[in-house]
């Protein structure tokens, strides 16, 4: 997520999530493009100790931080706060995301493995109040998408390989008959249960991994806490991103090509979150065959039928899985999901390069390099959910 022609306006949205130097929560000022290597040298040598908290003022008066969480990069840029706020919100964010991270992460030791490791015994568990919602909205999310985004797949992710930051992933794929065994015992969202803060289920399969919708959830959450503490526009950017303004400035978004460069920008007015869901980064490779880190949960097997799915809602726990599904869905079955998930603002990359697109999202971009490409504009059907 980088400055788009030098400019605190411009914001390169990522397709998946990039490797981190560090998953301990701590932050740098931009630019990073010479401050990468000497940060892994650093955390070579002395581990999280070594870095500490900066933020960059710009000739514009935003301030911006970047901070090392989820296995990827969380860029934060804040407008109308002086420099002293700044460095108080951007401390608070480290807190939380240190957090999460500790919380969410599918195979670090934290709540959510020793939750797995509860499940995997049928023993009911406490769990904290941030993952119940996870659950909460990943099992309304699974019944919306008729089970294409499916958190308690975890046990898929683990087989394929994808517990891990360092991708590509080199070596076969699981045998036929260990992934058959996990999808015939169909674990599901709908099988997780929470009694007074306790989380069970009756289907040992279930292995919870909310890599598909934790970065939107991270990013609603730290948007939250800006606006608590009266910032009154920020850009909050994990891969999954979220913006929002007072109404006296707006925030322009690049859309990365999976090719190269940037397919697409887009100007965000008020409040709305922008994901990206795509195959290209993230894969395992075996006999010059790739094998993306997006599962089909009916499957068990990776997709490869898009290339990308870019999405934007008003949060982004809805924005992040609903990218996620509509990968997952494909080019035939996207436009019935996109309508029932009630999301009008879609653009898909397929593989031979073209692109297919909502007339909502056709409206909001902006002329660029998407318009030599050969593009479908398809309506939704009718049928929707709505968008809260």
């Known amino acids: 997520m980088r400055p788009i022609h030098g400019t605190d306006r411009g ?57 090392f969480v989820f ?40 709540a959510l493995t020793r939750l797995n490791n509860a499940l995997a015994r049928g023993e009911c568990t406490q769990a904290p109040a941030s993952i119940r919602t996870l659950i909460r909205r990943s099992t309304a999310m699974e019944r919306a998408t008729g089970g294409l985004f499916n958190p308690a797949i975890g046990k898929l992710i683990e087989v394929w390989g994808f517990h891990t ?8 794929p699981p045998s036929a008959a260990a992934i058959e065994n996990i999808v015939a015992q169909k674990p599901s969202m709908i099988n997780v249960e929470i009694r007074a803060g306790c989380v069970a289920s009756g289907n040992p399969a279930v292995r919870l991994d909310f890599s598909g919708i934790a970065k939107g959830y991270a990013v609603d959450l730290a948007v939250d806490r800006l606006r608590d503490m009266g910032v009154p526009a920020a850009l909050v950017n994990a891969g999954d991103l979220r913006a929002y303004s007072g109404g006296q400035s707006n925030w322009r978004i690049g859309i990365r ?97 073209s692109l297919a697109m909502t007339p909502a999202m056709a409206k909001r971009l902006e002329d660029g390099p998407w318009q030599d490409r050969a593009t479908r504009i398809v309506e939704l059907p009718a049928t929707s959910l709505g968008d809260d």
């Open 11 to 67: 914001w390169l949205l990522s397709l998946g999530t990039r490797r981190a130097l560090s998953a301990c929560g701590a932050r740098t000022a931009r630019p990073l493009s010479w401050l990468v290597g000497l940060l892994a040298a650093l955390l070579a040598v002395t581990g999280c100790q070594a870095l500490q908290r900066s933020h960059s003022a710009t000739v514009s008066g935003s301030h911006s931080a970047t901070f």
């Open 165 to 172: 930051s360092d991708f590509p992933i080199e070596g076969p």
């Open 257 to 353: 090509d999976p090719a190269g460069g940037v397919l697409a920008t887009l100007l965000i007015r008020g409040d709305r979150a922008v994901s990206t869901s795509g195959v290209d980064q993230r894969y395992r490779k075996f006999a010059k065959k790739r094998y993306p880190h997006i599962i089909d949960p009916r499957t068990g097997y990776p997709v490869n039928h898009v290339v990308s799915a870019t999405v934007i809602a008003q949060q982004g726990i809805r924005s992040d899985p609903a990218a996620t599904a509509l990968v997952v869905a494909g080019p035939g079955e996207w436009p019935a999901v996109a309508a029932a998930l009630g999301i009008d603002e879609v653009l898909m990359v397929l593989p031979d390069g």
């Open 71 to 110: 296995g990827t990069l969380v860029d934060v840029t804040l407008r109308g706060v002086s420099e002293a706020k700044a460095e108080s919100a951007f401390a608070a964010l480290q807190e939380d995301f240190r957090r999460m991270h500790r919380d969410w992460h599918p195979w670090q030791p934290g």
